[in-house]
């Protein structure tokens, strides 16, 4: 079945580092790729998507390429904020439908 | 965007006893709703998918007995744990899909059950 194996946190950085969140998945077929962010207390939300290979999603600062022949969709930002602190998912969605397939989350800290 | 409501965000049973989740789309309907378990340094799981007006659709190995869903309208979907015991002490999150980009889904903000 189709699986995601994201960067087990919890990663702490400080202010103004590079940031890499590692990704990659297993699925047949031409999956939907994904980036959700939980910032505390809330629910998840879409940060980024891709849908095709080579496509690059980007928000807020971040962003993650498609890279098929890697099975990778790695989620980075030039320059994180404090306010950037939060739980974040890569996630799946295939053959067009609804369901999502997680990865286990990873806990950003960013200090002053 | 979109917003998904859940309630309660926490709970705290007794063993035995039975609670009810709530999960509300706002602003939009949802014929489909779905229900995660997130389980401590653990990925979501997909519970169930709740559809509204006919029975959930549950994931292999998740008992439908156990996990009682109702989508009784367009706009709510409920989450009961019956005869909760520890072992069902967890997180439980509903999301929506969006009503056009069916793939992008809406997420409430959680419910943590602890069972006594």
């Known amino acids: 079945g189709d699986s995601v194996t994201q960067m087990e946190g919890p990663v702490t950085l400080s202010e103004e580092a590079f940031l890499t969140i590692n990704c990659t998945y297993t699925?047949?077929?031409?999956?939907?790729l994904f980036w959700y962010v939980q910032y505390p207390g809330e629910g998840l939300q879409l940060l980024l998507k891709?849908?095709?290979?080579?496509d690059k999603g980007s928000n807020k600062g971040f962003e993650a390429t498609y890279r098929k022949e890697t099975t990778s969709f790695h989620l980075e930002k030039g320059s994180v904020q404090v306010s950037d602190s939060a739980v974040y998912f890569c996630?799946?969605?295939?053959?067009?439908?609804?369901?999502?397939?997680f990865g286990t989350g990873t806990r950003l800290t960013i200090i002053p | 965007g979109a917003v998904v409501s859940q309630h309660p965000s926490r709970v705290i049973c007794k063993s035995g006893t039975s609670v009810k989740i709530e999960c509300r789309s706002l602003?939009?309907?949802?014929?489909?709703m779905f229900w995660y378990r997130q389980f401590p340094k653990q990925s979501l799981m997909l519970m169930a998918t709740?559809?509204?007006?006919?029975?959930?659709?549950?994931e292999q190995g998740v008992e439908k007995d156990k996990f009682l869903i109702n989508h009784a309208s367009l706009t709510l979907s409920t989450l009961t744990v019956t005869s909760a015991h520890p072992e069902d002490s967890s997180f439980y999150i509903c999301?929506?899909?969006?009503?056009?980009?069916?793939?992008?889904?809406?997420f409430g903000a959680g419910t943590r059950l602890s069972v006594l």
């Open positions: 999301s929506a899909p969006d009503q056009l980009a069916k793939n992008i889904q809406y």
């Open positions: 699925a047949t077929g031409y999956p939907s």
């Open positions: 891709a849908t095709k290979a080579d």
């Open positions: 996630a799946l969605s295939n053959f067009g439908n609804e369901k999502l397939t």
């Open positions: 602003d939009f309907q949802a014929t489909t």
């Open positions: 709740s559809n509204e007006g006919s029975k959930a659709t549950y």
